[in-house]
């Protein structure tokens, strides 16, 4: 007598015993043990630096250096204080590798621009404005600036560290393009720094008005960032390019 056929055992998986979700046991046991896996542990643990950066700056901006703790940076990246403490020994070093990770770098990029550049230095200056304002200026990096106004006076070490590696810098680097312009022909004899200082004050002005007056209801004349710079770019540069005689 011929042997019924079995008839095919249904695959089993997570979804075709509950659907995933809080209610889920099977689901809820996935979710538990997965960042005890390998993989996953090791990715968590290269994230963590940017997520501890990340939760600093969001929390220096929004409470100052003074008020912000580590327990509550650790709490914001979903660590324990002891992880932060692998990683930043100290507040101050904290807030050393949120400068260097969110300012300090653009710069290096401004530089590699300035490097390669080969159009003329008036484009060469709005390209470094441009640049710094989309990555820093209109981001909530910009709240360091701010930061670094308010209280320099009571961590005036911090206050060093961030002229050393952003306004020198930052100094520097906009020099150099306004002496290529001198020495290219392209600028009349001016004095460097003074020029700089003149590139710099519109940046400023459009933080420091993001970070106060802006949150205002009403303003008299609304700034739109992008045209205030290129109108205060303008100003600028036709002040200092050579004027060919008619």
Not at 187 to 196: C, E, G, I, N, T
Request: hydrophobic share 45%.
């Amino acid at each position: 007598m011929p042997r019924a056929k079995a008839s095919p055992l249904p695959s089993l998986s997570v979804r075709s015993v509950c659907e995933p979700g809080p209610s889920c046991p099977i689901a809820a046991a996935v979710a538990a043990i997965a960042p005890r896996l390998p993989g996953v542990r090791q990715r968590r643990k290269a994230a963590r630096p940017q997520e501890l950066l990340e939760a600093a700056l969001t929390l220096f901006v929004e409470k100052g250096l003074a008020a912000t703790r580590t327990d509550d940076v650790a709490k914001l990246a979903g660590v324990s204080k002891g992880t932060l403490y692998l990683y930043y020994p100290s507040k101050d070093a904290l807030f050393k590798a949120v400068v260097q990770a969110y300012l300090t770098e653009v710069i290096a990029e401004g530089t590699d621009i300035f490097d390669q550049f080969q159009g003329s230095s008036s484009e060469l200056l709005r390209v470094l404005v441009d640049t710094w304002w989309a990555r820093v200026g209109d981001s909530k990096a910009a709240g360091l600036l701010v930061l670094i106004l308010a209280e320099s006076r009571h961590f005036p070490e911090l206050a060093q560290f961030y002229m050393e590696q952003v306004i020198q810098p930052c100094h520097a680097l906009l020099g150099r393009a306004v002496q290529r312009g001198i020495d290219r022909g392209e600028f009349r004899p001016v004095d460097v720094a003074s020029v700089v200082q003149a590139l710099i004050a519109p940046v400023q002005f459009l933080v420091l008005h993001r970070h106060s007056m802006s949150v205002c209801a009403s303003m008299p004349v609304a700034i739109e960032p992008g045209r205030f710079l290129v109108d205060q770019l303008d100003l600028l540069l036709n002040g200092l390019t050579v004027r060919v005689p008619p």
